[in-house]
């Protein structure tokens, strides 16, 4: 059983106020000649398919003509909603769908049937199971003591009940711990979004989405695909591509990734103004690239990124590395202090109004109350 494993497309995204529609458009036909090139039998879309819960008209376009191109493949396809989506609309039609192969996750409801899929070596269960929160889980399980997410998420997949002696792949949409996030990727309230991958031993492959770059956890068993395309500076030195996961015999599975070209690639380049302008005669089509640019001058540039924008058209970001914004950064030696989650920072504030720290009843209702709160945000 050959798999195809996506995620992330996040359609409609903007990056530092550019519309990313055509470099998407493009590389979703990159990805169908992937597809084309290696025959599977399934294809696995593993959340956040827009960028926005309420998606704008051509994003919802776009994905509508990759699903009916799926479709006319007669690929069984698999969707779930990630944090960016909302699973009432992406659910929208799943059982007038179900019937042209194309599975879309409903929302929630603490049942999860199996799609059950076939090939030489028997049956191979397909799970869906759409981003959750704990306050998700909770509703369904109300006898349960779930805070975390790696409670909650081991309530969901227990709820599966799963045949074990067979092949079991699950498409969710989680932080699995031991994964390394980009700058594109957003940080869940309190940072208590981490699912232990013991949570998921029983399944012979897991499709995860929710994390930027490509990886393994622990084993290509348990794997982020990552994004199509790069969506912050902080993703330049990856290289974006496809997941194929071939299932054979139980406990049999081969991964690999096939990389993925885009139309207009995300860069950085470091120099002075006179450097950088030269290098734009080497650089060919490529100056259409996205491009971060740091020049190394000592004085600014008068009007600098719109002279730079007349030779790189899509100049994303200017910065200047020179005596003058070196002196604003910190000490030699001394490292830049680690972001604290929300959650923790009001631990330490609410410590130092009331001499003491808070009761564990306080932090859980705490990030309940900011889950609550933010439902949308995250």
Known sequence: MKLIHLSDLHLGKRVNEFSM????????QEIL??????????VLL?????????????AVQLFDGFLWELSSRKLQVFVISGNHDSPERLSFGGRLMEGSGIHLSPVYSGKVEPVVLEDAYGPVNVYLLPFLKPAHVRRYFPEEEIGT?????????????????????LVTHQFVTGASRSDSEEISV????????SVF??????ALGHIHGPQNIGS????????PLKYSFSEVGQQKSVTVAELKEKGTLEVTARPLTPLRDLREIRGSYLEV?????????????????????????????????VIYPNLMRLDYDNARTRSRNLPEGAEEPAAKPPLELFEEFYERQNNQPMTEEQIRFSRELMETIWEDKI
């Open 21 to 28: 529609l055509e470099d998407q458009a493009f590389i979703l």
């Open 33 to 42: 000649r992937i597809i084309d090139e290696e025959q599977p039998q399934a």
């Open 46 to 58: 593993a959340g956040d398919i827009y960028d926005k819960s309420v998606p704008s008209g051509e």
């Open 149 to 169: 997410y790696t409670e909650a998420l081991g309530k969901a997949v227990e709820a599966l009940e799963i045949h074990k002696e067979q092949r079991n792949v």
């Open 190 to 197: 309190g940072g208590s979004d981490n699912v232990d991958a």
């Open 201 to 206: 031993d029983d399944f012979d492959y897991v």
């Open 220 to 227: 290509p068993r348990i794997r982020y695909c990552g994004t």
């Open 277 to 309: 302008t030269a290098k734009s005669f080497y650089e060919g089509r490529n100056r259409e690239d996205y491009l971060h640019i740091t020049l190394t001058d000592e004085e600014d540039v008068p009007d600098g990124a719109a002279k730079l924008r």
